[in-house]
């Protein structure tokens, strides 16, 4: 038996100096209260001990796996690995020759709150980045990152940068500024519609008799469902939508990058058939600005961006139709959601001819 | 065997006179092709219904049991027995001492879009209902129930009626009239948000460093919860929401139907509080109404409706402490949401100094 030779003692330790404390301090336990008990004691305690290891094993096997869903698909908030990841936004802007444009805007976006990080997309082939001058004026609230650019295409900000840490992306154009306080709400507003794309430019496509589908804003006929308006896209060039959605971008057909680089244009609709396609519901969620202003004039380079050129528009309507080919249907539904912020910036801005109190 | 003795024949059946011919049927018929053959065949098909009979209870019981969820746990689609139940509404309004505004209401509301039926709570106790009136001015485009109360409650309107087909609500005050277009708005919006309270009075808590909480308006202070004011409820006097709630509302704490009765207030509050509680989230939706009219200066009656008393808000201050109390904490959740709608009445009211096409 197992506490005859005191030299077997399970208390031997690997320390030799120790060993006959140890000895002398099991052969007194094992002493307590008689040979035999101690050995009944032992066995049973060794059972014990075994049958809580298999249990705590089994219990481990049991804990449900935890996924990280890289996409919402239902209101479900979010899960992610950090609090900040989840309760901040990473901006992206895409800028071409419009450096002034950008610094500017980047002194104003730095200190938007929940702002967790700004990249950069450097459209500017060969031009060096700003980002010493940037650098010498710290300290910032936030990172910058300068990703430059090789080629320069409209689609090179919806690539799935590996520096995205949130859930949220802030897709801003580089002579838009939208007030802090729209962006705090709209953000807030994203949270609550995590799946949509959550945003401050409102446009439709309408389709017609011939089938050919045509694209606009509120000039166009309403669609005929019901009183007032519809839209059913909300553009990227202000607006905040899901990072997953980066990562879904570079599984598209072909043939959409194709579009989008021969037209220089149209991935913002591109990425509400995405979109739509995705939720099966409409692509947005329209957020009414209450101070949006397009910087374009202040540039000193005289460049006034893409929207000027002749054929942009019809550009725009020949670019759904040919999605509606690639994608072999009209996946953007209509809505007329118009969400504002309750009681700002006017105190009371929800009252009505009711003027009663209950 | 069977068919040896033909009286004995399974044919046989409970009126003598058809006996001889059943017999003689089955007799012949067993004579087809041969009596080995017939017995063979007769066991076979015996054989082949009884296996017939035990799949299909078998397959029975395995029939998923078909649960009709009540209450929504999601932005899922509520689930109806036909699309009339899901795609309209049943008014329920409550009625005291103000028989001309109603009937005035009944003429508007009765045309509403996707309006199922209306049910009508008459709290004028021991008074004849307008049915007469009613029926005599038909037809009408929907039916109209007229509930006769025994004791004049406010919380009669909340009862679990048999009537209500739909999943949807609409509960009017009998002194209230919002416009078509308004509700055919909010009854799309409840669409989106069935688990929520869906309307056009919002109203708020806010706490004290007492610990004591206060209700109100936008003439309280702001909850602080960044910009702008915040609702923590939606009034039900003027608001959609799901079936289902008017079932729940039956299993609430005795003390709530207590402090209703003593009070003759604050039924809305307590279903904002179980609303609350059901989802986890802020109970309502804030539709911001184009058109929402008070007509209580308009009644021949004389009488102006309860919040006229004295002490109507300290009352409701009161109800939201004592429902704290009785729910054990604070469940209501504040929201800074205000939904419109797009394109109406104003053509291109979403418009922004961005006047810019792309």
Not at 103 to 112: D, E, F, G, V
Not at 190 to 217: A, D, M
Not at 257 to 266: F, G, K, P, V
Request: aromatic share 10%; proline share 6%; with cysteine.
């Amino acid at each position: 038996m197992l506490f005859k030779d005191h030299k077997q003692l399970p208390c031997k330790n690997k320390l030799g100096q120790q060993s006959y404390v140890a000895t002398m301090r099991c052969f007194h336990f094992c002493k307590l209260p008689g040979r035999v008990m101690g050995i009944r004691l032992l066995r049973f305690t060794s059972v014990v001990i075994i049958v809580l290891l298999l249990v705590a094993g089994a219990l481990t096997a049991l804990l449900p796996t935890i996924k990280d869903d890289k996409l919402p698909n239902s209101r479900r908030e979010p899960k992610t690995q950090s609090q900040s990841a989840l309760d901040s936004f990473t901006l992206i802007m895409q800028t071409y020759n419009r450096t002034d444009l950008l610094l500017k805007l980047l002194n104003h976006y730095q200190a938007i709150p929940h702002l967790h990080k700004v990249i950069v997309v450097w459209n500017n082939i060969g031009e060096k980045t700003p980002e010493e001058m940037w650098n010498s004026l710290g300290p910032h609230p936030i990172p910058v990152v300068f990703k430059v650019q090789t080629v320069n295409r409209m689609r090179n900000r919806l690539q799935n940068f590996p520096d995205v840490e949130t859930k949220a992306v802030l897709m801003m154009d580089d002579d838009t500024l939208v007030s802090a306080h729209d962006l705090a709400f709209a953000f807030s507003v994203w949270q609550q519609f995590p799946e949509h794309i959550v945003g401050f430019v409102p446009r439709k496509h309408i389709s017609t008799p011939s089938g050919v589908y045509s694209y606009g804003s509120f000039e166009l006929q309403n669609p005929g469902f019901g009183n007032g308006d519809q839209y059913s896209m909300v553009l990227i060039g202000a607006a905040f939508f899901h990072s997953g959605y980066l990562e879904d971008f570079q599984q598209q057909p072909e043939a959409v990058y194709a579009l989008i680089d021969e037209t220089q244009n149209c991935d913002d609709i591109a990425m509400n058939f995405l979109v739509a396609k995705h939720t099966g519901k409409p692509s947005g969620v329209f957020v009414k600005p209450v101070d949006i202003r397009n910087l374009e004039k202040d540039t000193n380079s005289g460049y006034s961006g893409m929207w000027h050129r002749a054929e942009h528009l019809l550009q725009r309507s020949y670019c759904v139709n040919k999605l509606v080919n690639i994608y072999g249907g009209m996946p953007l539904k209509y809505s007329n959601i118009m969400i504002s912020q309750f009681g700002f910036p006017n105190y009371a801005n929800h009252k009505n001819k009711m003027l009663f109190i209950a």
